[in-house]
């Protein structure tokens, strides 16, 4: 879980206490691995195709992405490194003033998006509307022909008509519950 939900959680903010682990680290190699294969399959191959990692969570699983779609794709004597890029929504969120608003990290896309397929990759879709801002945001750099949505969890609760392409695991929630994404496993419980 983001260190700013953790902030940000009403009140005055929380501490995640895990109650389950639903995924380890072996889960999320496995789920990572399947959802590069899923990528190259339905965007028949790689060309034209680039991550960008929303700030904070989506980063680190972007990353591991691009690692396994290279790791996949280097079989291929003309591969390319697919390119990776960095996203931070703050400044797009339509909670701007509702909650104080900061941006998490920095946002670096060093690429042309234009006519690309960009595959915006969260760890976590909740109500959708961090990806809503996403959306906002990459105006700023182009426009993608296509753009495509990996999570590693979609605990449902949607309020926007998003839906992923790629999805680690579906993992119903209570809306009193919370998701802990790391490179260790993904852990269910809740903030106190």
């Known amino acids: ?64 992405l691009a690692n396994a779609l290279a790791e996949i794709d280097g079989d291929d004597v003309a591969s390319t490194e697919v390119p990776l890029g960095r996203l931070d929504v703050a400044f797009h969120r339509d909670d701007i003033g509702i909650r104080p608003t900061m941006p998490e990290a920095i946002t670096d896309v060093p690429f042309h998006i234009d006519d690309k397929v960009v595959v915006l990759v969260d760890d976590v879709l909740y109500t959708g509307r961090t990806i809503r801002a996403a959306l906002d945001a990459l105006t700023s750099f182009g426009r993608p022909h296509a753009v495509q949505l990996a999570v590693m969890v979609d605990r449902g609760h949607r309020e926007l008509p998003i839906r992923p392409d790629y999805v680690g695991k579906n993992l119903p929630t209570r809306h009193d519950e919370s998701v802990d994404v790391t490179a260790d496993g993904v852990d269910l419980g809740e903030l106190r």
């Not at 009403?10 to 294969?37: L, N, Q």
């Open 1 to 64: 879980m983001a260190e700013r939900e953790r902030r940000m959680t009403r009140p005055t903010g929380g501490v995640f206490v895990a109650r389950s682990r639903v995924m380890d680290a072996d889960d999320i190699a496995r789920a990572t691995r399947r959802m590069a294969h899923e990528i190259i399959e339905a965007n028949s191959g790689l060309d034209d195709v680039c991550l960008i990692g929303l700030q904070t969570g989506g980063v680190p699983l972007a990353r591991a």
